[in-house]
Structures are given as structure tokens and as C-alpha cells.
């Protein structure tokens, strides 16, 4: 499951708001990227589909309270 995250102090992508907003160009050379960035390692990744922004806020969300379970605050 892979997120992506638009910088939102950057002009040239912060009018995005959609993973659908994003150019069928950019969605094949980032998948392209998933899949071979493990190669040296002689790994390999399989990309279903990308997910929407919910769904990222949901693992963010889940990350965070891993982290506050994990080292509690003293």
C-alpha cells in the first residue's frame, strides 16, 4: 500500500488535492519506481493501486498511536 504526499508549500503541486488530480504520466513513472527500487536488493514489489487521501490519513492516524503506545510519554 503506497501513499503519496503533495508538499503543501510547494506551488507547482499544492492545488492538488485528489490522487485522481494527478497526471496518468506521473502515476506510471512513480509505479515504476515502486517496482524497481528494491531490484538491487533482488526484491520484488508488486503495486496493486495507489490509495486515496482517507486512506493515508488512516495509516498516519494508526502510526501515531503505535508510536504513543510504544514510548508512552513519562
Not at 490522487?19 to 533482488?42: S, T
Not at 495507489?50 to 498511536?65: P, T
Amino acid at each position: 500500500m503506497e501513499k503519496i504526499a503533495v508538499a503543501t508549500k510547494d506551488p507547482t503541486v499544492n492545488h492538488i488535492t485528489n490522487i485522481d488530480e494527478l497526471p496518468k504520466h506521473f502515476i506510471a513513472v512513480l509505479r515504476n519506481y515502486f517496482e524497481q527500487y528494491k531490484a538491487l536488493e533482488n526484491k520484488i514489489v508488486l503495486i496493486d493501486d495507489f490509495q486515496d487521501k482517507q486512506a493515508a490519513y488512516k495509516v498516519i492516524e494508526e502510526a501515531v498511536d503505535l508510536y504513543k503506545k510504544t514510548y508512552p510519554q513519562k
